[in-house]
């Protein structure tokens, strides 16, 4: 692992394009970042690996993909409306925000300078509100979802009847969530419109202890997989008093970033809480029967959450690496290369012909279309050969393919490893298989 500070990474994502500012032909938009080709491939990599492992590959789990906007009553019922607040201060002097249990609130203002400007806290709903057809009156207000997690209590009922599914099983969804958050920042760390991986499993309530501590091991299974260091890692038992409104028990999975200790995922035991206001509030029956014991009850829910962009910003951080590299001239340099788990690198080969010559390309070419039909390939035949080596390592592709002259009568290309930097030779008509196995 190398250190690496904030600056750093959001150059390299910016100048690699994984991650840019939003709109920034405009002068941007406040925290808003773009993800580029190379952040969307990342992204769409990581959401696939998490669907496969919570949802494909179980019997036990099912997958919505519910509306955005959900009827208002949704959050009225969820506690939303009233609880999903964040204590706001503002400094007299020069206005601007803080969350007041993020400083302290007799030290100077970190703007300004001024001290004791600050106004009493007051609550601040953190939903993002809007308005669903044309009149813009109090009948037409909506909130963009501030969690995936209420489609899935919503759509309980319909879920249970058509997915034959028995307590305990899970469903799962992935997608957009958007929070007025009071401080956004740290790059794509706490930004007002991000992406959830999110699990509501139901559980009988005498089963609440067992369900919680798998799906512990279950987030960090996954943290493994994504090549995340355990030792940067922090489970945190969160205290009654800073627990979400719906939670008996929260675990909070912590993540040494550059900018300090924070959180990364979620776990919480949400008990009965959402189903049974929905019941309260919509009348409709949410009850579990029990097919061997005929027991009718509302089940419990074990909540484990994970947000994509931490995802992604931890993959980063993680797969980070500068270290000594020989080059052509047998000198030695620093090398920047992203050792990314080979499931997630957003370009899987870089097929790089020795020279432009047309006898190489012909080769090259139609060997790049050909894999690029089973694995994401770039194709890159520009600059010194060691050059676009570097190119590939700072975007973590895990081999590199050569085309030399020597190809044109052995047809056979130099394959290179993005980790050991080994290289070897490999027939052509033999390399769908080696990646297939190496992949
Ligand atoms: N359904 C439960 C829930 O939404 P949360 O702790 O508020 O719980 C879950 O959010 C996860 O979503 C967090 O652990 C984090 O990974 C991500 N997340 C929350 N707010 C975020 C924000 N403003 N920007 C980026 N990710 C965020």
């Not at 963009?144 to 209420?150: G, K, N």
Request: glycine share 6%.
């Amino acid at each position: 692992m190398s250190d690496i500070t904030m600056d750093k990474l959001v150059a390299l994502c910016k100048n690699r394009g994984f991650v840019f500012p939003g709109s920034e032909i405009y002068g941007g938009m406040a925290n808003s970042w773009d993800y580029g080709p190379l952040g969307v491939e990342l992204k769409n990599n990581i959401k696939q690996a998490w669907w496969k492992k919570f949802v494909t590959s179980r019997l036990d789990m099912v997958g919505i993909d519910a509306a955005l906007v959900m009827n208002p009553k949704v959050w009225e019922a969820s506690g939303h409306v009233s609880n999903f607040t964040d204590p706001l201060v503002e400094c007299k002097q020069c206005h601007e925000r803080y969350r007041a249990d993020q400083i302290d609130l007799k030290a100077a203002c970190q703007k300004c300078g001024n001290k004791g400007t600050f106004t009493d806290p007051a609550s601040f709903n953190l939903m993002v509100k809007t308005w669903i057809g044309p009149k813009e009156d109090a009948s037409a207000v909506a909130y963009f979802r501030p969690e995936t997690a209420q489609a899935m209590f919503v759509d309980f009922p319909q879920i249970l009847i058509t997915s034959r599914k028995r307590v305990p099983f899970g469903i799962a969804q992935i997608g957009k969530a958007f929070r007025n958050e009071i401080t956004p920042g740290n790059f794509i760390f706490r930004t007002r419109e991000f992406e959830q991986m999110e699990i509501e499993y139901f559980i009988h309530p005498s089963e609440a202890d067992k369900h919680f501590d798998y799906w512990l091991a279950q987030q960090k299974e996954w943290l493994a997989e994504c090549g995340v260091d355990e030792k940067r890692l922090h489970y945190v038992e969160i205290p009654e008093a800073d627990r979400a409104h719906y939670s008996k028990r929260s675990v909070d999975t912590e993540f040494d970033y550059p900018f300090g200790q924070k959180e990364l995922y979620g776990l919480a035991y949400r008990t009965d809480f959402d189903l049974s206001q929905h019941e309260k509030h919509s009348g409709a029956n949410l009850k579990y029967t029990d097919p061997i014991t005929n027991e009718k009850y509302v089940p419990h829910v074990i909540e484990p959450t994970f947000g994509v962009d931490r995802t992604l910003l931890v993959v980063l951080l993680s797969a980070y690496h500068e270290e000594a590299a020989p080059t052509g001239d047998g000198e030695t340099e620093t090398r920047v290369v992203l050792k990314f788990p080979k499931h997630l690198a957003p370009v899987k080969i870089a097929v790089l012909p020795l020279s432009k010559k047309d006898e190489l390309s012909s080769v090259a070419r139609p060997l790049a279309e050909q894999l690029a039909m089973r694995w994401r390939t770039d194709y890159d035949e520009t600059q010194s050969i060691g050059k676009r080596y570097r190119r590939q390592d700072e975007i973590g592709t895990p081999y590199c393919v050569t085309v030399d002259f020597d190809t044109l009568n052995d047809q056979a290309v130099t394959v290179r490893d993005r980790d050991s930097m080994k290289q070897e030779r490999v027939k052509i008509a033999d390399l769908e298989s080696y990646f297939a196995s190496n992949l």
